[in-house]
């Protein structure tokens, strides 16, 4: 499938929807503490977003291939959880956690995608360290999203601030376009060569998102066919940005 060139219509309503999704996610995150459940977090981003009158993007959203609809509206991926884990009441977060939170609202028709990684309480100086990485990591990548550029140079980019830390960098998902749906053309992976993969263009809108292991960079698939973890059971980060390329500077959606 070709990628997408948003329309003019389509890129303010991106905008907005970024803007409340990045807003949204915040407040989330503010949330986070020990003693909340995931299933709390998950029930305040869903209310927050319904009460902007968008609607959650990921609530039944059912991939091609997955086997059962996605069944809440936020991802809560804990410690040794990647991405996708799904919110329960009974799942406690405790001091020294890290909680990857996922989310995606449709606003007007249109997907934004956005995820944070954050500590409950006071966290290891090594989980810290991991966030960090993460984040310049997914910084590295925003920055070579621009006209002209390709997939690859921002894969590059972002495998090369995760290889001297020798974290594991997850190769089973990857960033993706996004906007009329929530994963379309291109799938852009978190490691590669320079000057590969397509040619990004003034009004693509993809999602960056690395993801990266304390340990080993294999991953297992949990029993209830959602949920990715580490498969020698390290921590993972997780970081994800919508972001509008544009003719100048990458444009980040997902933001307050
Ligand atoms: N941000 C997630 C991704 O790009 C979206 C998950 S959709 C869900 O993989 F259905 F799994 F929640
Ligand atoms: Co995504």
Redesign the pocket.
């Given at each position: 499938m070709a990628i997408i060139i948003k329309t003019e219509k389509e890129i303010e309503a991106l905008r907005e929807g970024g803007k409340r999704l990045g807003t949204i996610l915040q407040k989330v995150a503010q949330k986070v503490a020990p003693g909340v459940s995931t299933m709390e977090l998950n029930d305040y981003a869903e209310k927050l977003i319904r009460e902007g009158g968008d609607e959650p993007?990921?609530l039944n959203?059912?991939?091609y291939g997955?086997s059962s609809?996605?069944p809440?509206s936020l991802?809560v991926s804990v410690n040794n959880e990647i991405?996708?884990g799904i919110p329960k009441k009974n799942h406690i977060l405790k001091e020294g956690d890290v909680v990857s939170i996922?989310l995606?609202l449709k606003h007007k028709g249109t997907f934004t995608?956005h995820?944070l990684t954050v500590p409950v309480g006071k966290i290891s100086k090594s989980a810290e360290k991991l966030l960090s990485v993460c984040q310049e990591a997914l910084a590295a990548g925003i920055f070579e999203a621009r006209a002209g550029n390709r997939i690859g140079d921002i894969s590059f980019a972002i495998e090369s601030v995760i290889k001297p830390h020798k974290y594991g960098i997850v190769r089973e998902?990857a960033?993706?376009g996004v906007g009329r749906e929530?994963?379309e053309d291109p799938y852009v992976p978190n490691f590669g060569k320079k000057g590969t993969g397509a040619v990004l263009q003034k009004g693509m809108v993809i999602?960056i998102?690395p993801m990266i292991n304390e340990g080993g960079k294999d991953v297992v698939l949990a029993s209830d066919d959602?949920t990715f973890k580490t498969k020698d059971g390290t921590k993972s980060a997780h970081f994800?940005h919508t972001i509008l390329i544009t003719d100048g500077e990458p444009e980040i959606l997902t933001q307050s």
């Open positions: 993007a990921f959203y059912k991939p997955a609809p996605y809440a991802c991405v996708h996922d995606g995608d995820a998902l960033g993706h929530i994963h999602a998102e959602w994800e």
